[in-house]
């Protein structure tokens, strides 16, 4: 039986937000900038919606000359701290897919790679109707859109996920992969860089599938043993890598939409203690206990607020984050004037759970 491997690629990620978040920015070209800091626009576009795409902007660019390419483009800031809280709700939502907690493994802020095979039974049409699941739950919880590439491993499932963007799904199924694969220029393939690239170019290899047809003796020749294998192996799609939880993350977080804009403290409670028992199931889950307690605050003008409490020890305790959080949002309100429209809550410093306290430690 195959394997089946899905890689997410959340579509635009850091503007996707952003145009989510302000209705009034939706339809327009919007460009998110890494300012420097030394002048009002110099610095380099982190990402750009397609739209800002389709007029010539990329990521990389300097801003000053995405700037001139479209003035009337909207221009914000990165605000990564707010978007690595939405990535942690995406993983959130694709673990259950996975065939278990531990086959999900995120590699960047916006994509995973799940391994699905048992729970498809190794059958690609049911794999289809997941992939389509997981973009369906992504809109409904997340208002945002993905690109889904399903394969027998993690190699062709990542560059199935970019074949059709945004908003795409494709399945390459084992029998197809050498036809998806051999058109395809070199540098398409997953792992090679531009040094590479250049090198391939110099001895005739432009597409994967001239590459799968390369000696390998001369491979290993022109690249070392290692690289060599590894470029012949890749070209004919061949991947044996598993897909592991790297569990490298060092904080646990949950954020969501209050039913509407406000002030009243007993709605947002009654959502943190929801969002804090969530928390505390990724806590056990993990065994891990947690040293610093944050609550995160979108104010209805979009801006992100936190605050945080370090605490003398390391816990695992529910209650003691429920009412942290409220307290600190409490503190918050009175600190503002605006009303609160998402809020957060996030346990950092995470440790073992070995010497551990709960709240009887306290009392
Ligand atoms: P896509 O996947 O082509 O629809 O568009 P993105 O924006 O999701 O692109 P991707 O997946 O390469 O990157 C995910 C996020 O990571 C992106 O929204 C912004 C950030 N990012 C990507 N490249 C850069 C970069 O060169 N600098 C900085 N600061 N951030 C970057
Ligand atoms: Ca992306
Ligand atoms: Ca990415």
């Known amino acids: 039986m195959s394997r089946i491997i899905v890689h997410v690629d959340m579509d635009y990620f850091y503007a996707a937000i952003e145009q989510r978040d302000d209705p009034s920015i939706q339809g327009r070209p919007v460009v998110i900038c890494m300012y420097s800091g030394r002048s009002e626009m110099s610095g380099a576009v982190s990402t750009c919606n397609y739209?800002?795409?389709?007029?010539?902007?990329?990521?990389?660019?300097?801003?000053?000359?995405?700037?001139?390419?479209?003035?009337?483009?909207?221009?914000?800031?990165?605000?990564?701290?707010?978007?690595?809280?939405?990535?942690?709700?995406?993983?959130?939502?694709?673990?259950?897919?996975?065939?278990?907690?531990?086959?999900?493994?995120?590699?960047?802020?916006?994509?995973?790679?799940?391994?699905?095979?048992r729970s498809c039974n190794g059958d690609f049409d049911t794999a289809l109707e997941t992939g389509i699941r997981i973009k369906q739950r992504i809109?409904?919880?997340?208002?945002?859109?993905?690109?889904?590439?399903?394969?027998?491993?993690?190699?062709?499932?990542?560059?199935?996920?970019?074949?059709?963007?945004?908003?795409?799904?494709?399945?390459?199924?084992?029998?197809?992969?050498?036809?998806?694969?051999?058109?395809?220029?070199?540098?398409?393939?997953?792992?090679?860089?531009?040094?590479?690239?250049?090198?391939?170019?110099?001895?005739?290899?432009?597409?994967?599938?001239?590459?799968?047809?390369?000696?390998?003796?001369?491979?290993?020749?022109?690249?070392?043993?290692?690289?060599?294998?590894?470029?012949?192996?890749?070209?004919?799609?061949?991947?044996?890598?598993?897909?592991?939880?790297?569990?490298?993350?060092?904080?646990?977080s949950r954020i969501a939409t209050l039913p509407e804009n406000t002030r009243n403290l007993k709605e947002i409670t009654s959502l943190l203690d929801r969002l804090a028992d969530d928390v505390i199931n990724k806590v056990t889950e993990a065994g891990v206990s947690f040293r610093q307690i944050v609550f995160i605050g979108i104010t209805s003008d979009l801006k992100m607020h936190t605050r945080s409490k370090i605490l003398n020890h390391a816990i695992t305790d529910r209650e003691i984050l429920r009412m942290n959080a409220g307290q600190m949002a409490k503190d918050f309100l009175e600190d503002t004037s605006l009303e609160l429209r998402r809020v957060g809550v996030r346990v950092d410093d995470l440790q073992n759970t070995a010497g551990q306290l709960t709240l009887k430690d306290y009392i």
């Open 51 to 117: 739209l800002a795409r389709e007029r010539g902007i990329s990521a990389g660019m300097p801003c000053a000359k995405a700037k001139k390419i479209d003035n009337e483009a909207v221009f914000l800031p990165v605000r990564k701290e707010y978007y690595t809280m939405v990535s942690d709700n995406i993983m959130n939502i694709l673990r259950p897919f996975a065939d278990s907690a531990q086959q999900l493994e995120q590699i960047s802020v916006d994509e995973a790679f799940l391994d699905i095979t």
């Open 139 to 252: 809109k409904s919880e997340e208002n945002l859109t993905c690109s889904i590439g399903i394969g027998p491993n993690k190699l062709i499932a990542k560059m199935a996920s970019s074949y059709k963007k945004p908003d795409g799904i494709t399945v390459i199924t084992p029998e197809k992969s050498m036809a998806f694969l051999e058109p395809l220029d070199v540098k398409k393939l997953w792992g090679i860089g531009k040094v590479t690239e250049s090198r391939l170019a110099q001895i005739g290899v432009r597409t994967i599938g001239q590459l799968a047809e390369y000696d390998q003796i001369r491979l290993i020749e022109t690249f070392g043993k290692k690289k060599g294998s590894w470029l012949k192996r890749a070209a004919m799609g061949l991947d044996d890598s598993v897909v592991r939880d790297r569990g490298d993350s060092n904080q646990i």
